[in-house]
């Protein structure tokens, strides 16, 4: 498990917001997205801001069970250069919203650790997964803080058990007990999941230290985040591998969303 300094989700959200907002001033909206085939920098913006919105009305709701609707006023911009203003403004409702919410308040959340605090990290990472969408559409390098970067991809696996509802494929991930572990080369953190006849997850940290893997992944934090989300291929040149080939396809293959 990762060994990192605790990250601060509500600030991240608005400095990668912020981040995202400088990506796309001046930038041409019709651009096509590749990391998210159909989209242009119109849809990835709007998502990503609807996603700030949605995401603060559950929130201020205090959400106990599923919500049966994904209605939320988006107050949509009139025109496409509205866009960048737009999503600033999504970043201040939902900063709103982490001020008025105990991130500790048990609420209802589609992943592992169900309290207020698991929708902010969600929203932190859907903002800086889709800003590095936009600066790969723009032919930019994108840069994501290693310690960050490692919350992320811990974020990721431990929640990536319950994303079925939205990533079906993630159904197919499983096995007889063989092992992946993942490893960053520059935050020395490592995680290890097993795939299991009725799924996969990941084990303990003094498990995973005292467990043989079956495959391997190394690479910068930043890195492994990408390959993970599926924006960068896990056979890269920045990302190293070893074990199992047709293991760690079938990883990539079924896990990404």
């Known amino acids: ?58 929130l201020h709701a205090r959400v106990q069970e599923p919500p049966r609707s994904r209605d939320v006023d988006l107050r949509l911009p009139t025109r496409p250069d509205g866009y960048p203003d737009w999503l600033a403004q ?26 207020a605090r698991f929708w902010t990290r969600r929203m932190l990472f859907e903002t800086v997964v889709h800003r590095t969408d936009a600066e790969l559409a723009l032919g930019t390098r994108p840069t994501i803080d290693p310690a960050l970067a490692t919350d992320g991809i811990d974020e990721f696996l431990v929640n990536l058990p319950f994303a079925t509802p939205f990533a079906p494929k993630v159904a197919n991930l499983r096995g007889t007990g063989e092992t ?31 467990t043989t893997a ?13 390959a993970l989300y599926g924006r960068r291929r896990h056979t890269a040149e920045a990302v190293a591998y070893e074990g199992n080939q047709d293991l760690l396809a079938h990883w990539f293959t079924n896990s990404a969303f």
């Open 90 to 115: 999504s970043a201040t409702v939902a900063a709103t919203a982490f001020a008025a919410t105990d991130p500790d308040l048990p609420m209802w959340a589609w992943g592992a650790d169900q309290h």
């Open 180 to 210: 992946i572990r993942f490893r960053t080369t520059d935050t020395n953190a490592t995680w290890s999941i097993r795939l299991r006849p009725d799924g996969f997850g990941t084990l303990p940290a003094d498990a995973s230290a005292h």
């Open 214 to 226: 079956d495959a391997t992944v190394h690479a910068t934090a930043p890195d492994l985040l990408l």
């Open 1 to 58: 498990m990762p060994l990192h300094h605790p990250i601060d989700h509500r600030a991240a959200v608005a400095t990668e917001t912020t981040a995202f907002t400088t990506v796309l001033t001046g930038a041409d909206l019709t651009t096509p997205v590749p990391t998210c085939p159909g989209w242009t920098l119109a849809d990835l913006t709007r998502h990503t801001g609807g996603v700030q919105r949605w995401f603060a009305t559950l």
